[in-house]
């Protein structure tokens, strides 16, 4: 596989690489998510803390947030990744 300027990636799809963030971070909390409950994400957050989102490609979830993020209530209000 090759990025758009070339360059060659290494592709390993028999393992998950993780960068640990434990040392910054104070708290973590693992929720799930339907697609009809995406537009309440915000709800969840962390004050002063952040989201990261991690969703199924070429999944309902994925068409659902993907065209509805821009009118979820208080979703820009923290750093949201993913």
Do not use: C
Request: net charge negative; hydrophobic share 40%.
């Amino acid at each position: 596989m090759r990025a758009a300027n070339d360059t060659e990636w290494n592709v390993d799809k028999d393992r998950i690489f993780v960068t640990d963030i434990s040392d910054f971070t104070e708290k973590s909390a693992i929720k799930r998510y339907r697609a009809d409950q995406l537009p309440h994400i915000a709800s969840d957050y962390s004050e002063a803390g952040f989201t990261v989102l991690i969703v199924p490609a070429d999944s309902e979830v994925l068409t659902s947030f993907s065209r509805g993020v821009q009118s979820y209530n208080g979703v820009f209000n923290s750093s949201l990744l993913g």
